[in-house]
Each structure stands twice: as C-alpha cells, then as structure tokens.
C-alpha cells in the first residue's frame, strides 16, 4: 500500500471486543469531554510508528499515547472538544503545523484543567480551529506565567502522516 517514504506504516491492526471499546470510549470521553464512539462505529486498533491508532469506520480519529487516548486532528474536527485546548498565537501557527514543539510565549490561552503530561490540543487564536496534538510538559499555571521555555511536546499535526493517511 505504501507508495512513498511520507506514508504512515500501520502494523497489527485489530478489532476491539466490547470490553476493550467500552474502556477506549471511557478513556476518549474524559479527555475530551465529548461522547467519541458509538456503538455502531466499527473501532480498530493498530500499531503506528511513535503512537497507538485508533481507527473509527477507516478513519483514524485517535490515537494512544504511552496507554492515554485522545484524539487526531481529524478527530478533534468531527467532535466538537471544548476542553483540554492550548490556544497559540498567529506567529506560532506555521512552526506547530510543522510539528514543532510549542514554547509558553507563543500561548495566548489555556484550559485551567490541563496538567503537566495531559495529552492536549492546539488551536489557534482567530479560529480556534484544531492545528496539532501534544503532551503538556508543564501545568496550565505555568504556561499562564510565560516562562521560557517548551509547554508541549508536539506528536501529530494537520499535514503530517497522520493526517494524510485518510487523504487517499
């Protein structure tokens, strides 16, 4: 299936049992706030290159982080997430959707519930649109105070291979 070096490679992909998508969909629905997955959905699992994959109907909507779910990009498009967000400004846009990490100058605005290791999402300032997918370094109070230094460790972002995986 792969036809060039960009492409993600997707291995052992398997079909969650009840159980296991009750636990998935639990895990999606406190990070996020929203319900993720519905019974009818058809849920795989399969072993990315730095993450888990969670496909929702063919689509990767997910992915699992060091065993703590959240959602792509994608995902974060489709479900309207009103928590958990990093908001950043317009200077720090094309360096996030370039899979940079992102540094506390750049945040203009963060959900007070994130905690330092919360799997979070970022958005930009004039339309709170989904950019990029992290893990928190540090607390919200201290992405707050702008000390110097990096907030979030940046793991998928809008145009990476991730994301063009469901493009085909």
Same mark, same amino acid.
């Given at each position: 299936?792969?036809?060039?070096?960009?492409?993600?490679?997707?291995?052992?992909?398997?079909?969650?049992?009840?159980?296991?998508?009750?636990?998935?969909?639990?895990?999606? +629905?406190?990070?996020?706030?929203?319900?993720?997955? @519905?019974?009818?959905?058809?849920?795989?699992?399969? @072993?990315?290159?730095?993450?888990?994959?969670?496909?929702?109907?063919?689509?990767?909507?997910?992915?699992?982080?060091? &065993?703590?779910?959240?959602?792509?990009?994608? &995902?974060?498009?489709?479900?309207?997430? +009103?928590?958990?967000?990093?908001?950043?400004?317009?200077?720090?846009?094309?360096?996030?959707?370039?899979? @940079?990490?992102?540094?506390?100058?750049?945040?203009?605005?963060?959900?007070?519930?994130?905690?330092?290791?919360?799997?979070?999402?970022?958005?930009?300032?004039?339309?709170?649109?989904?950019?990029?997918?992290?893990?928190?370094?540090?607390?919200?109070?201290?992405?707050?105070?702008? +000390?110097? &230094?990096? @907030?979030?460790?940046?793991?998928?972002?809008?145009?990476?291979?991730?994301?063009?995986?469901?493009?085909?």
């Amino acid at each position: 299936m792969p036809t060039d070096m960009s492409e993600i490679r997707v291995r052992k992909r398997k079909r969650l049992r009840e159980k296991e998508l009750k636990a998935l969909s639990e895990g999606l +629905s406190s990070a996020t706030g929203v319900e993720v997955l @519905a019974l009818k959905d058809t849920v795989d699992t399969a @072993a990315g290159p730095d993450y888990e994959l969670v496909f929702v109907n063919n689509v990767i909507e997910g992915l699992i982080v060091e &065993g703590k779910p959240f959602l792509t990009v994608r &995902g974060l498009l489709k479900h309207n997430v +009103s928590q958990r967000y990093v908001t950043v400004d317009m200077g720090a846009v094309p360096f996030v959707t370039n899979g @940079a990490d992102v540094m506390t100058p750049g945040i203009v605005e963060v959900d007070p519930q994130v905690r330092e290791g919360d799997m979070v999402w970022i958005r930009d300032v004039t339309h709170k649109r989904p950019l990029a997918v992290g893990r928190a370094l540090v607390s919200a109070e201290v992405m707050a105070a702008k +000390s110097p &230094g990096k @907030a979030i460790k940046n793991l998928h972002f809008v145009g990476d291979k991730v994301w063009k995986y469901d493009e085909r």
